[in-house]
């Protein structure tokens, strides 16, 4: 069921990387959204301070569809959830955030949580900074980017990719006709982002000069938003569209290489140029890989984190580590016997005598109990499947694998899964950082909690 071929890829490939190894300096770590932190942490956690925002955050979609009736779907998932919680990054001891509520950047001494400055815009920041060399670059709902001193919180530039300064009605706020809703990804002296949600009006996928602010390129596309965090690698761009599956576009230029197969859904993770990506509308993800469109596989989940020997996969219901070499020797061996099935049935259908069909219909029955046999031994992969009650955030500081829930958070061993720590937080948790020993858990009621780790004696 579940085909995870090329996710070693991150790690032997890589993505730009930037900061300090203890920083967190854009949501999920890093641009292929990872959740892979560069430090470990030990349990047990105890609680340093914890920040509580004015307003809690006000999401542009307010949740799910009841059903789909058309295709007779029950109990969906929400798939546009970028903006559930004020997601934390964290660099050079500082942490920032923004505000769907009251348009603000925030930036709070990562210690203490003691608040150090904030920066107005002029709608809602929906989806979390990024930190690059000092710099703090935001997108907001009044169609901007801004790019802003990290220590002072002073505009350096400020840059509207649409064509014109135009606000409309939207998600209950007054917002531009082409708002950023896809984060910003900086690299080198280019920073990328993407502005518009209506197809119709222009979707803008737009390069910016971090030094002066000017636009260097862009590429319009009408016939998908872009909503959700933007993913990038060596020569790639992964452009979420909301309910809608990602686009995947040049980097040199912005020109269009394909649109995805999927169930959509704005969570997404890289793995070299493989795309893991969902919801969908059942909590499901689905692996495209390199070069290709179609789908290979999908698989019950929320989140997923992997490691060279490991992935890590989140359910509603439970967490599992899967032994990836062995799965692997599997899923080429189905592959090729799912390939031989396939052509035994094409040549029933031809088959011109009955002591034909019956030796067909013996070989297809054989192969049905191989195919089996070989599926079965896939489950078998599983290194570990434990129950939790944590399905809504993931993250990964060392051999603990921390994940966030309804009112908790809980942290794991990720060589056998025994549970190491739970604490309580104030809502739900949808969003996880790691930095400097410490961790941030941001959740839907506008509260950041910060947790410190067990420090190993001198």
Not at 335 to 362: M, W, Y
Not at 385 to 398: E, F, I, T
Request: with cysteine.
């Amino acid at each position: 069921m579940i085909s995870l071929r090329y996710l070693s890829l991150f790690f032997l490939i890589g993505v730009p990387v930037f900061g300090q190894a203890a920083d967190w300096p854009t949501y999920q770590h890093d641009y292929a959204r990872s959740g892979v932190a560069r430090e470990s942490l030990l349990t047990p956690f105890t609680a340093a301070w914890v920040h509580r925002s004015r307003h809690a955050p006000r999401p542009a979609w307010r949740g799910e569809a009841k059903w789909d009736g058309y295709n007779k779907v029950y109990d969906m998932k929400s798939r546009q959830i970028f903006d559930y919680a004020y997601h934390p990054v964290i660099a050079d001891g500082l942490i920032y955030y923004g505000s769907s509520a009251d348009d603000k950047v925030y930036c709070l001494n990562a210690a203490t949580g003691g608040l150090r400055w904030t920066f107005f815009t002029e709608g809602p920041v929906r989806l979390a900074p990024t930190i690059s060399e000092g710099r703090v670059y935001v997108g907001s709902d009044d169609g901007h980017a801004y790019c802003l001193d990290g220590k002072s919180g002073s505009l350096i530039w400020k840059t509207r990719p649409g064509p014109k300064d135009y606000r409309i009605p939207g998600n209950a706020r007054l917002i531009s006709r082409w708002p950023l809703r896809t984060g910003i990804i900086v690299i080198g002296k280019t920073a990328y982002c993407a502005a518009g949600m209506f197809p119709s009006e222009g979707v803008l996928i737009t390069a910016i000069d971090v030094d002066t602010g000017k636009i260097k390129w862009q590429q319009k596309q009408t016939d998908l938003p872009a909503q959700g965090y933007m993913l990038a690698s060596h020569t790639r761009l992964y452009v979420p569209a909301g309910r809608n599956n990602p686009v995947v576009i040049s980097r040199a230029d912005g020109k269009r290489i394909r649109v995805v197969s999927g169930q959509g859904g704005t969570y997404a993770l890289l793995t070299g140029d493989s795309l893991v990506f969902g919801p969908g509308k059942t909590g499901t993800l689905g692996l495209v890989e390199s070069n290709q469109s179609d789908q290979l596989a999908s698989f019950k989940g929320n989140h997923m984190i992997v490691t060279p020997s490991r992935s890590f996969l989140q359910s509603d219901t439970d967490l599992s580590a899967l032994d990836r070499a062995r799965y692997l020797e599997l899923t080429r061996e189905r592959r090729t016997l799912k390939k031989q099935h396939e052509r035994i049935q094409e040549a029933l259908k031809k088959a011109s005598n009955d002591g034909q069909r019956s030796q067909l219909l013996v070989d297809a029955a054989q192969l049905g109990q191989k195919i089996d046999s070989v599926q079965a031994g896939m489950q078998e992969c599983f290194a570990w499947r434990v129950a939790s009650s944590q399905p809504l955030s993931m993250v990964l500081a060392g051999q603990t694998l921390i994940t966030g829930g309804h009112n908790e958070v809980a942290a794991y061993h990720a060589g056998d899964g025994r549970q190491l720590w739970q604490g309580a937080a104030d809502g739900e948790v949808f969003g996880l950082a790691v930095a400097a020993g410490r961790l941030y858990a941001s959740t839907s009621q506008g509260v950041i909690h910060c947790f410190e780790a067990k420090r190993l004696a001198n």
